[in-house]
């Protein structure tokens, strides 16, 4: 079956230029705490949707194991560089469209500053869903196109999309923003029950992060995320969400399945075969799910 587009990261030094470089120290720590609020401390299995180069990943130090799911093999390599050799993280190179593992297999899941690459983020929502056990929690960060500057701009005539329609706005090449109230509907329509809501960042403007150190605007910031249950005007918004127990599939056993056919999948490295004829190399420590002809 056809997939949309993906926005490829191969050969980026993302986490180098927009991160440590970028002056990002403040979205950086908002995002810290942000996740310290909403995800559990401990747990069994995460899956770390569009893991990227890792920079998140050690903020999940309290999950015995840690699936780094990323269609940018380089990005895994950068983050397995990061992290070290640690038996606790796997790595696997695969389109969040097309998951690689049996159904209910993860008892959490997070995904930032991901979402907003999905050309189909419906149908991203559900497919995760499957790969999540009943209870499970979900962290999605999504960016958010009611955000007060976008709303400005609009009501100036500077901006001709309207932040208040309830589609996605691609403002970039597969960078989409999204309404909240929309989110929460897919979320919904997924089988997950919206738990809470953050706002997130809401100083990003570059004068005043310049005024202030970043820990100082990170904690004002802090303040104001929970004002996210009531409305939501900041550029980034972190939910967390339950896996409905009774709106997905119970876990039967295995770890990988084929993403073409979906039938489980012996973990035999240094080759996954599936019998639908489909191989999947693991080198380096990286399971490589992505297809050929989509540039593996
Ligand atoms: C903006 S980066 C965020 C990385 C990390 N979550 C962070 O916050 O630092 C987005 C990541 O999503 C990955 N990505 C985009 N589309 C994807 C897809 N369809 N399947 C898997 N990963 C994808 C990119 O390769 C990239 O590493």
Sequence with gaps: METPPICNYEGSDYQTSFWEKGGRAYEDA??????????PPEGGR??????????NTPRYRGYRQVVLLDYSRTQLEQARQRLGDDGRYWYV???V??????????DGATMIRTLHHMADARRALDGIRRTLAPDAVFILEFANKKNLKSILRYALRRQSWNPFSPEPVEFAALNFDFHPATVRTWLNLAGFAV???????????????????????????????????LFQLS????????????????????????PDCGKALEDTPPLLRCAC????????????????????
């Design 93 to 95: 190179a695969a389109d």
């Design 235 to 258: 550029p980034s918004v972190f939910v967390r969400a339950r896996a409905l127990p009774d709106k997905g599939p119970q876990y039967t056993g295995g770890f990988f399945a084929c």
């Design 30 to 39: 908002c995002e810290a705490i942000a996740l310290k609020r909403l995800l």
């Design 195 to 229: 738990q809470r809501t953050l706002t997130v960042s809401h100083f990003r403007v570059g004068l005043l992060k310049k005024l202030l150190p970043a820990r100082i605007l990170a904690g004002l910031d802090g303040l104001l995320q929970p004002t996210g249950s």
């Design 46 to 55: 995460l899956l770390e949707l569009g893991a990227g180069a890792g920079r």
């Design 277 to 296: 004829g489909r191989e999947y190399p693991v080198q380096d420590g990286i399971y490589d799910f992505r297809l050929k002809q989509e540039g593996a």
């Design 97 to 106: 469209y097309r998951l690689p593992f049996v159904p209910a297999l993860f």
